[in-house]
C-alpha cells in the first residue's frame, strides 16, 4: 500500500514538473521582450528593471526557471498587468465562485446520472433502458453553451422564472445566490451526467451478474436490498475514477458557463485575461488550473485504492 | 469467403450489422449530408453568407430568410450552410493532426518501449492534465486568435490520447504469436511495425477519430464563441451563437439555427460512431 502511494506521488511530481517547464516555456515563447510581457505595455523602465531583478530576466535559462519555481511555490505567482493585484490573491477571490459552480453541478450530474444508470441497467435491453441511453447520447452531443442560451430563451425571457444572469455572493443572499446558480448548474452538469450515466450502467450490469449477487438473491434478499445494499458500493468504484478524470472537462465547462451566465468566477477570469493580453495572469491561472487537475487525479487514485481492498493487497504484495 | 469464415468478410458483416442498428445509420447519413453541404456550400446557400443589408436586419424567418436574418441584415441560411464549412475543417483536420503525430508516437513508444516509452508517458500525463480549453485559451494567447491556431489547439489536446490508444494496442499486438513469427523470421523494426502491428491499431484509431470529430466540433463552437477562434466576420456556428446571446429577445431564431446544426452533427457523429464500434468489434460475431 505505502509503495503504490509512494509510486502515485512519486509519479504526480513528475508530471508536475514538467507542466511548470510547459507553462514557463510557452510565455517564453511570446514574442517581444519577456519582461515587456512580464510588466505589461505601459510600464516604464523603473517597473521593467523591477520585473527583470525579481525573475533574474538577466540569468541563464534554467536559473530563471528555478528561480520562477521558487516564486511560484512559496505563492508568488507575480502581478496582474491590469489591476497590479497579486495573481494569487486575485484567483483566490474568483476560486470560491467557481467550486460553488462546480459542486452544485457535480450534485446534479451525480442526482441524475446515479439513479439513472442503476436503472437501467437493471431494466437492461427494454425501452426504459433505450429511452436513458438516448437521453444521455443527447446529452454527450449537446454543446452545453447553446443548452444554456436555449435556457435563458426558456426559463428567463420566455417563463420570467430565473433570472438570466448575474451574481450576488452566497453569504449575502443565499436564495438569490441559488436562483441564479441554478441555471449554470444543470448546463454544467448535464455532459457530465451524461458520461457519468453511461458509466454507472455499465459498471452496474458487470456487477449485477457477479457470484456474490447471485448469493445475495438465493438467500432471498429482494432486488431493492440486493441493489441498495450489494451491488452499488462496487458499481460506483469506477465512475469515481471516471469522476475524477472528467474534472478537466468540468473545468472547461466553467470557462464557458460562466461566460453566458456571468457568473464572476475563475472562468470569466481567464477569459479576460486572454483579451487584455494580462500574461501573468494567464501563465498564473495556466499552471493553478493543471496541478490542481493532477492533484485532484491523484486523490481519486488514493480514494480509489481504499474502496477497493484488491489494488490495497495488489500494491502491498509487490512491496513483500 | 471472408477470414471469419462468412462470405463477404468485414464488409458484409458491417453492413449485416448496419441493418441492425437503424439509428447508426440515419446518423451516418447525416454527417454524410453535412459533408455534402460543407463541400458544396458555394452552391447550396444562394446568398452570400457575408452580404450586410441594413434593410433586413434581425427578420423572423420568413421565405426569403428560411431561417431569418442576423443583426446585420445578413442571410441566417447561408451562413448556416458556410458554417458547416469550417465546422467540419475544425473537426477533421485537428482530429487528423491529432492522428498524425499520435499514432507514430505511440507505436514507437510502445514498440521500443523503455526509457523513451517512459519519457512519452509522462509527457502524455502532464498534457493531460492541462484541461483542453486551458491549453487552448493558453495556446491562442501566444499564437493569437485564428481558425487555424483553434484547430491546432483542439489537434494538439486531442493528441495524448491518440497516444496512449496505439501505444496501449501496441502493446497487446506484440505478444501476438505471429508477431513474434515474423521477428523470428528476420523481419526487420520498421516491416514488423507497418505490416504486422499497424493493421492492429487502425479500426481502434478509426473509431477513437468518430468519438473525437464530433468533441472536437463542439470546441472549435465553443473557442469561436468566447472570440478565441474564427474571427467575424466569417460564419461559424460559434460566432453566430456569440452575436446572437445579444439579441435573445429580439431575435431569439439567431441562436435557433447555429446549435441545432451542431447538435444534429455532433448527436448524428456519435451515433454513427456508435455503429461503426459495433460493426468493427471483432470480438462480436
Same mark, same amino acid.
Given at each position: 500500500m505505502l509503495d503504490y502511494l509512494l509510486q502515485r506521488g512519486l509519479l504526480s511530481l513528475v508530471t508536475l514538473a514538467v507542466i511548470s517547464l510547459v507553462v514557463f516555456t510557452g510565455v517564453r515563447l511570446i514574442p517581444g521582450d519577456p519582461a515587456r510581457v512580464l510588466a505589461?505595455?505601459?510600464?516604464?523602465e523603473a517597473g521593467l528593471d523591477e520585473v527583470r531583478e525579481k525573475y533574474g530576466l538577466n540569468d541563464p535559462i534554467p536559473v530563471q526557471y528555478l528561480r520562477w519555481v521558487g516564486l511560484a511555490l512559496r505563492g508568488d505567482l507575480g502581478e496582474s498587468i491590469r489591476t497590479r493585484e497579486p495573481v494569487a490573491r486575485t484567483v483566490a477571490m474568483k476560486l470560491p465562485i467557481t467550486l460553488e459552480l462546480a459542486s452544485l453541478s457535480l450534485l446534479v450530474a451525480l442526482a441524475i446520472a446515479i439513479p439513472a444508470g442503476v436503472f437501467a441497467a437493471l431494466r437492461r435491453n427494454t425501452a426504459w433502458d433505450a429511452l436513458a441511453n438516448g437521453v444521455s447520447l443527447c446529452g454527450l452531443s449537446v454543446p452545453n453553451f447553446w443548452l444554456g442560451i436555449m435556457l435563458i430563451l426558456l426559463v428567463?425571457?420566455? $417563463?420570467?422564472? $430565473?433570472?438570466a444572469s448575474g451574481f450576488v455572493p452566497l453569504l449575502e443572499d443565499p436564495l438569490g445566490n441559488v436562483k441564479r446558480m441554478l441555471m449554470p448548474a444543470f448546463v454544467l452538469g448535464t455532459g457530465l451526467a451524461a458520461v457519468l450515466m453511461r458509466q454507472t450502467r455499465n459498471a452496474m450490469i458487470e456487477v449485477m451478474s457477479a457470484d456474490y449477487i447471485r448469493t445475495a438473491y438465493s438467500k432471498g434478499l429482494r432486488q431493492r436490498a440486493v441493489v441498495l445494499r450489494h451491488a452499488i458500493r462496487n458499481g460506483l468504484i469506477p465512475v469515481v475514477t471516471i469522476l475524477g478524470l472528467q474534472m478537466g472537462a468540468l473545468m472547461s465547462g466553467a470557462v464557458v458557463t460562466e461566460q453566458i451566465f456571468v457568473v464572476p468566477g475563475f472562468g470569466r477570469l481567464i477569459v479576460e485575461a486572454v483579451f487584455t493580453r494580462d500574461y501573468p495572469l494567464v501563465q498564473g491561472v495556466v499552471l493553478i488550473t493543471a496541478s490542481a487537475y493532477v492533484l485532484i487525479n491523484l486523490l481519486v487514485d488514493l480514494s480509489y485504492s481504499l474502496l477497493n481492498p484488491r489494488i490495497r493487497i495488489r500494491g502491498a504484495a509487490r512491496g513483500a | 469467403m471472408g477470414p471469419d469464415g462468412t462470405p463477404g468478410g468485414w464488409l458484409a458483416r458491417g453492413w449485416r450489422r448496419a441493418r441492425r442498428r437503424p439509428a447508426s445509420v440515419a446518423g451516418a447519413l447525416v454527417v454524410l449530408g453535412f459533408v455534402v453541404l460543407a463541400l458544396g456550400a458555394p452552391w447550396i446557400?444562394?446568398?452570400? %453568407?457575408l452580404k450586410i443589408d441594413w434593410s433586413q436586419i434581425r427578420k423572423p424567418p420568413s421565405l426569403a430568410h428560411p431561417f431569418g436574418t442576423d443583426d446585420l441584415g445578413r442571410d441566417g441560411l447561408a451562413r448556416v450552410v458556410w458554417g458547416t464549412r469550417i465546422s467540419m475543417q475544425a473537426g477533421v483536420f485537428s482530429i487528423l493532426f491529432a492522428i498524425a503525430i499520435g499514432v507514430p508516437t505511440g507505436l514507437v513508444a510502445g514498440y521500443y518501449r523503455g526509457a523513451l516509452d517512459g519519457v512519452v508517458m509522462r509527457l502524455t500525463d502532464a498534457w493531460l492534465a492541462f484541461p483542453f480549453l486551458i491549453l487552448a485559451i493558453g495556446l491562442v494567447t501566444i499564437l493569437g486568435p485564428s481558425l487555424v491556431n483553434a484547430t491546432l489547439a483542439i489537434g494538439l489536446g486531442a493528441t495524448p490520447t491518440f497516444i496512449r490508444l496505439t501505444r496501449g494496442l501496441v502493446l497487446a499486438a506484440q505478444e501476438e504469436d505471429y508477431v513474434q513469427a515474423a521477428r523470428a523470421l528476420g523481419g526487420g523494426d520498421a516491416r514488423l511495425m507497418a505490416r504486422h502491428i499497424l493493421p492492429n491499431v487502425v479500426s481502434a484509431i478509426l473509431v477513437q477519430a468518430t468519438v473525437s470529430i464530433p468533441t472536437a466540433i463542439i470546441a472549435e463552437a465553443v473557442l469561436s464563441f468566447l472570440g478565441l477562434g474564427v474571427q467575424p466576420p466569417a460564419p461559424s456556428w460559434g460566432t453566430m451563437l456569440n452575436a446572437a446571446q445579444q439579441f435573445l429577445?429580439?431575435? %431569439?431564431w439567431m441562436a435557433w439555427w447555429p446549435g441545432l446544426a451542431i447538435f444534429s452533427l455532433t448527436l448524428a457523429f456519435n451515433l454513427a460512431g456508435d455503429g461503426l464500434r459495433d460493426a468493427l468489434d471483432p470480438r462480436d460475431y
Open positions: 505589461g505595455t505601459d510600464a516604464d428567463s425571457v420566455r $417563463l420570467g422564472w $430565473l433570472p | 446557400a444562394r446568398t452570400d %453568407p429577445e429580439s431575435a %431569439p
